[in-house]
């Protein structure tokens, strides 16, 4: 085989490869929609953060006050604290609180429709009495 013949099957395999390379890449990167949001289905949506230090000791005396607190996304301060007396060595984080209910608790079936759970073919399950009715609640 001459050079140019050996030069050319380089070219073609280095190609492939590329290909081959791009397409992999390609396959294993995740969907994202066109809303740019991720979806994840087994994860809870997440509804605020907890503030923590990794020693309680190092944390600066504005931040312990408020070390385990929890605060909805929308109201969680800004770290490190405006009156923090390290702000470049603060080692205060958030620790993400995700909710812990991912589907509704009741299934089709055990809708209560309108609020009452009363059976069309018994009676009500009230007596009528009012047992707290003798009670002085002043």
């Known amino acids: 085989m001459s050079g140019v013949t050996i030069l050319i099957v380089v ?12 397409a992999y890449r390609r396959s294993s990167t995740p969907k994202v929609p066109r809303n740019g949001k991720h979806e994840a289905n087994d994860q809870a ?7 923590a230090a990794p020693v309680k000791e190092r ?19 800004h770290l490190p604290l405006p009156d923090c007396p390290f702000p ?6 958030y ?3 995700f909710d812990r209910r991912k589907e509704e608790r009741r299934s089709g079936q055990e809708l209560r429709a309108g609020g009452h759970r009363f059976e069309k073919d018994n009676p009500p399950r009230r007596s009528g009495k009012d047992r707290r009715k003798n009670v002085d609640w002043t």
């Open 11 to 22: 070219f073609v395999a280095l190609v492939a490869g590329l290909l081959g390379l791009w």
């Open 45 to 51: 949506e997440q509804w605020g953060v907890r503030i």
């Open 59 to 77: 944390a600066c005396p504005q931040a312990r006050d408020r070390l385990g607190k929890e605060y909805p996304i929308g109201e969680k301060p």
């Open 88 to 93: 470049r060595e603060c080692e205060c984080h």
């Open 95 to 97: 620790i993400k609180l």
